[in-house]
């Protein structure tokens, strides 16, 4: 496994992630939020806050997931299934680079 091209992979989301920002700041959002508008428009805008809002929380989680592959390489253990101990699939890993389980394991998390 080449590990370094999934490195590229990982470091390229982060610093995608982190120069986006996630769009126009939340600040700015919840200042036009005040209550301007009819009834709908004071919805419209409270929906697009909370939308923000899990954007920057799928964000973190991600960023930390990517902080947390980048351990594993440091170790020697990226690429290794968290629960079962197998090596994740290529696929796998060029798709979503900072996972933790193979596919098997993470479609029993599911059930």
């Given at each position: 496994?080449d590990v370094e091209v999934y490195r590229d992979l990982?470091?390229?989301?982060?610093?995608?992630?982190?120069?986006?920002?996630?769009?126009?700041?939340?600040?700015?959002?919840?200042?036009?939020?005040?209550?301007?508008?009819?009834?709908?428009?004071?919805?419209?805008?409270?929906?697009?806050?909370?939308?923000?809002?899990?954007?920057?929380?799928?964000?973190?989680?991600?960023?930390?997931?990517?902080?947390?592959?980048?351990?594993?390489?440091?170790?020697?253990?990226?690429?290794?299934?968290?629960?079962?101990?197998?090596?994740?699939?290529?696929?796998?890993?060029?798709?979503?680079?900072?996972?933790?389980?193979?596919?098997?394991?993470?479609?029993?998390?599911?059930?």
């Open positions: 496994m990982l470091l390229h989301k982060r610093d995608e992630i982190l120069s986006d920002g996630g769009g126009k700041p939340l600040r700015a959002s919840m200042d036009n939020n005040t209550r301007q508008g009819d009834l709908a428009d004071q919805a419209d805008g409270t929906n697009e806050v909370h939308i923000q809002l899990k954007v920057k929380q799928t964000d973190a989680k991600i960023l930390q997931a990517i902080e947390e592959a980048l351990q594993r390489m440091e170790h020697g253990t990226y690429g290794v299934c968290r629960d079962c101990g197998d090596m994740i699939a290529p696929a796998r890993l060029n798709a979503i680079p900072w996972t933790r389980v193979c596919i098997t394991c993470k479609q029993k998390q599911q059930r």
